[in-house]
């Protein structure tokens, strides 16, 4: 079946502009993880999702971040006044279950250039 | 402060031998530990876990080990190929619904 879908694949903006950024999780997937990798960095939790709820989002670094999941299946993250730190890939996976151990499926990422 | 580590040199292994990858960590007490593989341009994709209370485990050409008086893990890829040329990931659970990676260790297999 389709896996973790992500798009757009990139999107370059300039600073100061709002950008939205897409997860479509594998169907019947229940948990949702978004994580941001910077270049020669492993990927930094950021939020997760458990149904349409956010059960933890301790990782989002400031308000200009937000997300959303309304019907607990796609997921979009919001960055509002982008800043040029924010450049990287940011990655969306899901899973099965609310077990933190179950298996995250990764998509691909959105590589985000904030100029 | 709490830390993971893994070798930011990239290993170079001839094929056919084992590749051993190392990851140590401090300041976490994790009640598991996964092993990723991610390729460029990818996202990272899941290989092992293995628990605290377990001391080895493997799946075909794969071995972890976790040892949480030394605090480190090492994951063995034994009779290496070319196709397994890759970043290799570690990432501890240590409560709550996050999971913490390291930096990753880029492998190169020569034919």
């Known amino acids: 079946g389709a896996g973790v879908s992500q798009t757009p694949s990139n999107k370059v903006t300039e600073k100061g502009k709002y950008v939205e950024l897409r997860c479509d999780p594998i169907s019947g997937h229940t948990a949702l993880y978004w994580y941001r990798q910077s270049l020669g960095q492993g990927p930094e939790f950021l939020i997760y999702f458990q149904g349409t709820g956010a059960a933890d989002d301790s990782g989002l670094p400031n308000d200009r971040f937000f997300a959303v999941r309304p019907e607990g299946s796609v997921s979009t993250l919001k960055i509002q006044r982008t800043e040029r730190g924010d450049s990287a890939v940011y990655l969306c996976a899901s899973s099965s279950s609310d077990s933190v151990s179950d298996t995250q499926y990764f998509g691909p990422g959105t590589r985000l250039t904030v100029l | 402060s709490q830390k993971i580590e893994q070798n930011s040199e990239a290993l170079n292994i001839q094929e056919g031998k084992t590749a051993t990858l190392t990851c140590n960590y401090t300041n976490y007490s994790p009640a598991y530990l996964q092993w990723y593989r991610q390729d460029p341009g990818r996202g990272p994709v899941f290989l092992l876990l293995i628990r605290e209370n377990e001391k080895e485990k493997r799946k075909e050409r794969l071995k972890v080990t976790f040892d949480t008086t030394l605090k480190q893990s090492l994951f063995h890829i034994t009779a290496s190929q070319p196709a397994d040329s890759a970043t290799y990931l570690c990432?501890?659970?240590?409560?709550?619904?996050?999971?913490?990676f390291g930096a990753g260790t880029r492998l190169f297999v020569k034919a």
């Open positions: 990432a501890l659970y240590t409560g709550g619904f996050k999971t913490i």
